[in-house]
């Protein structure tokens, strides 16, 4: 089994300031991990992915994500936000667990940025 | 391209009554799915279909059903909406069943049923 918990349900944080949504994953095999991103009324898209190698992970718009073996975390982290990275962030774990390999979701964080 | 594309956007239903949400993909993928987003609850999966003529249950099936009904299209139906069958339904599709593949997702329905 996998699951996902992203502690956060909202993080508010001021355009240009730094921000950091959290992640946290457990599954019995291996896993690739996803970040994805839902604006408003939209589908959702993605951010980026690990699936090996470097821990340290860039995607678009200016994330970047660290996936910690240890720590079971992939925390998405951007150096400074503009208005436009309003939206709701969801993680996201997928492995070799048969049944179609599912997407497991986490309940998503809502990054609201403030002038 | 269009990608993965779903209709309708948007759909009112009575209590009792049945619809269809249709999903086609024109990315020539082998695997779809048919999620649902609930507020504080993320993406659940209903259904998938690894690829064309197989489909199996996810992790919320009941009151739902689904066809492949070739390679680019897979819809889902519900026989007797129900309140509790408020909700944003997602379509997507993957390459392949292969786990470190990026799943792609259409629009959205969305659904609400008095």
């Known amino acids: 089994a996998q699951s996902v918990t992203q502690l956060d349900s909202q993080v508010p944080v001021f355009e240009e300031a730094p921000v950091e949504l959290r992640c946290n994953y457990s599954?019995?095999?291996?896993?690739?991990l996803f970040w994805y991103v839902q604006y408003p009324n939209q589908g959702l898209q993605l951010l980026l992915k690990?699936?090996?190698?470097?821990?340290l992970v860039k995607g678009i718009n200016g994330f970047e994500a660290e996936f910690n073996k240890s720590q079971t975390s992939f925390h998405l982290r951007k150096p400074s936000v503009h208005i436009s990275d309003t939206a709701e962030y969801f993680c996201?774990?997928?492995?070799?667990?048969?049944?179609?390999?599912?997407?497991?979701f986490g309940t998503g964080t809502q990054l609201k940025v403030e002038l | 391209n269009a990608g993965v594309t779903q209709t309708p956007k948007f759909q009112v239903l009575k209590t009792g009554q049945s619809m269809t949400l249709q999903c086609a993909q024109d990315?020539?993928?082998?695997?779809m799915y048919w999620y649902r987003q609930d507020p504080g609850m993320g993406l659940r999966l209903i259904y998938y279909?690894?690829?064309?003529?197989?489909?199996d249950k996810g992790e919320v099936p009941n009151g739902y059903n689904v066809s492949r009904l070739n390679k680019r299209e897979f819809s889902l139906r519900l026989e007797s909406a129900a309140p509790s069958q408020t909700s944003v339904y997602f379509c997507?599709?993957?390459?392949?069943?292969?786990?470190?593949?990026?799943?792609?997702f259409g629009p959205g329905t969305r659904l609400t049923v008095l």
């Open positions: 997507a599709s993957r390459v392949d069943p292969n786990p470190g593949n990026e799943q792609f």
């Open positions: 599954s019995s095999v291996s896993v690739y």
């Open positions: 690990y699936l090996s190698g470097s821990t």
């Open positions: 996201a774990v997928s492995g070799l667990t048969g049944g179609g390999n599912k997407l497991t």
């Open positions: 990315m020539n993928h082998n695997s």
């Open positions: 279909s690894a690829s064309e003529g197989t489909t």
